[in-house]
């Protein structure tokens, strides 16, 4: 038996790993989340390290674009040029020719734009709790086809942001800080961090969709950033979630970390659309 416990209030896809996303008013979803979703990397150049805002001091100014297909990605189909929107309204294709000479400068060291993994994957990860500067490789759970860190799928619900806003009234708690694919708007009467109680269970969006919850969302320094979209520097995020929401993690050995929203694996494919119901077994 599934209970409907809301609707997508949006949907975000992100052309390029720790750019801002494309809002999109319908996705196809595949066996590795939203098509195109992170297909596209910055690459460090001499490290050959995946380019992160995980590591802020390193790829934070990424976080100050967004980036959009200049096409609608088809399945099993080369993916199409990518658009960089920069702070000051240019925008760059990424394949004029020129965007990693822009990137390159923009980040003070030679990086290329890649939808091609390198053989070894190694991206790094800040760790936001330690009081001292303490850095983890979190290459090997990145899921395969694409950029992602981990999961095919990152949710968070208006209900958590209600929450988190209501616990801390002086901090802008944007859904955009936490870099979801959906934004799930929760039923009437559903209040507080609801996503908690869907990890182990199925959720189901539209007739077709379906994927398996498997843990709560870490979070790591990036909603801490300044971000595209006018989203102010605030430390003060993490630490809100880290004192009301602090939650075991079964992918990183049930460690406790503060996290908001979950991540799911695809066990069913097709369409979803904003607006289109979401319930779960």
Same mark, same amino acid.
């Given at each position: 038996?599934?209970?409907?416990?809301?609707?997508?209030?949006?949907?975000?896809?992100?052309?390029?790993?720790?750019?801002?996303?494309?809002?999109?008013?319908?996705?196809?979803?595949?066996? *590795?989340?939203?098509?195109?979703?992170?297909?596209?990397?910055?690459?460090?150049?001499?490290?050959?390290?995946? /380019?992160?805002?995980?590591?802020?001091?390193?790829?934070?100014?990424?976080?100050?674009?967004?980036?959009?297909?200049?096409?609608?990605?088809?399945?099993?189909?080369?993916?199409?040029?990518?658009q960089i929107n920069w702070p000051d309204g240019s925008s760059t294709a990424?394949?004029?020719?020129?965007?990693?000479?822009?990137?390159?400068?923009?980040? /003070?060291?030679?990086?290329?734009?890649?939808?091609?993994?390198?053989?070894?994957?190694?991206?790094?990860?800040?760790?936001?709790?330690?009081?001292?500067?303490?850095?983890?490789?979190?290459?090997?759970?990145?899921?395969?086809?694409?950029?992602s860190d981990y999961a095919a799928m990152h949710m968070l619900t208006d209900?958590?942001?209600?929450?988190?806003?209501?616990?801390?009234?002086?901090?802008?708690?944007?859904?955009?800080?936490?870099?979801?694919?959906?934004?799930?708007?929760?039923?009437?009467?559903?209040?507080?961090? %609801?996503?908690?109680?869907?990890?182990?269970?199925?959720?189901?969006?539209?007739?077709?969709?379906?994927?398996?919850?498997?843990?709560?969302?870490?979070?790591?320094?990036?909603?801490?950033?300044?971000? *595209?979209?006018?989203?102010?520097?605030?430390?003060? %995020?993490?630490?809100?979630?880290?004192? *009301?929401?602090?939650?075991?993690?079964? %992918?990183?050995?049930?460690?406790?970390?503060?996290?908001?929203?979950?991540?799911?694996?695809?066990?069913?494919?097709?369409?979803?659309?904003?607006?289109?119901? %979401?319930?779960?077994?």
């Amino acid at each position: 038996m599934a209970d409907i416990i809301g609707t997508i209030q949006s949907i975000r896809r992100y052309a390029i790993k720790s750019m801002g996303p494309q809002e999109i008013d319908r996705a196809v979803i595949g066996a *590795h989340g939203i098509l195109g979703d992170r297909g596209y990397a910055v690459i460090d150049g001499k490290t050959n390290k995946v /380019g992160s805002a995980k590591m802020p001091k390193k790829w934070g100014a990424l976080l100050g674009l967004s980036s959009a297909y200049t096409a609608e990605p088809e399945d099993g189909q080369p993916l199409p040029a990518a658009q960089i929107n920069w702070p000051d309204g240019s925008s760059t294709a990424s394949d004029a020719g020129d965007a990693d000479d822009l990137l390159s400068e923009l980040l /003070g060291r030679p990086v290329r734009l890649t939808t091609t993994k390198p053989e070894e994957i190694s991206l790094e990860r800040m760790d936001p709790l330690a009081a001292e500067e303490i850095i983890a490789d979190i290459g090997e759970i990145m899921m395969e086809g694409r950029f992602s860190d981990y999961a095919a799928m990152h949710m968070l619900t208006d209900a958590s942001i209600a929450e988190l806003s209501r616990l801390s009234p002086g901090i802008d708690f944007n859904p955009g800080r936490f870099r979801p694919n959906l934004v799930i708007e929760a039923a009437e009467g559903l209040s507080g961090f %609801v996503e908690n109680d869907w990890v182990g269970k199925t959720v189901c969006i539209g007739d077709d969709v379906r994927m398996r919850i498997s843990d709560p969302t870490p979070r790591c320094l990036i909603p801490t950033q300044a971000q *595209h979209g006018g989203i102010a520097k605030d430390m003060k %995020v993490v630490s809100t979630i880290l004192e *009301h929401n602090k939650l075991q993690v079964p %992918v990183l050995e049930n460690e406790e970390l503060p996290c908001v929203g979950v991540y799911g694996f695809i066990t069913g494919t097709g369409a979803i659309r904003k607006g289109a119901p %979401v319930r779960v077994e």
